[in-house]
């Protein structure tokens, strides 16, 4: 059975969306906020989400981003926003689909059809956490735990972290780890790497010069070993 994540705060669109879904067969999970959706993504595991931009505690499009850092999961935006910006900005943030409201029922289910089997021969998610000996990294809420306390890790250094996260067990090379976090722009700036990982180690590894989990590969790259 298909499971679909319904994320909206208009009740009367959710409860449409359940009854049309349920009748056709799918299991459907609900949530009104974003901060909801991340934990029920993360724990129900959906096939595809149905999300509106506008939720009461962040925007779509931060959700859409928490997603994206762990799952590849179809994501069909569901909004009342028609300016082209925003369609491009949820698009370039991951959203695989644009709909907007007012919406007709058939059109949406068509996409969401269509969405699912796009998916189907997709590689497999990652888990949304994951969990060292030293510390565990939770790639949907984006937060970094350290003996049950969050250690707070500036936009750049998360970004850093995210990225090796995501290839675990894989070399990053300095070039990939640039662009993704910088910008293509800074494709050479090695120096900024090597002061950004001595940051990281010195939050997260018991004993930053002799890290156990965010491994320099001389002259290559950076690999995280969980």
Known sequence: ???????????????ALRINLAARGYQVLTAHDGTTALKAAAEGRPDVVVLDLGLPDVDGTEVIAGLRGWTTVPIIVLSARTDSADKVEALDAGADDYVTKPFGMDELLARLRAAVRRSAASVSDGEPVVRTASFTVDLAAKKVLR?????HLTPTEWGILEVLVRNSGRLVAQKQLLKEVWGPAYATETHYLRVYLAQLRRKLEPEPSRPRHLITEPGMGYRFEP
Do not use: S
């Not at 059975?1 to 409860?15: N, S």
């Open 1 to 15: 059975m298909t499971k679909v994540l319904v994320v909206d705060d208009e009740p009367q669109i959710v409860r």
């Open 147 to 151: 003996e049950d306390a969050e250690v």
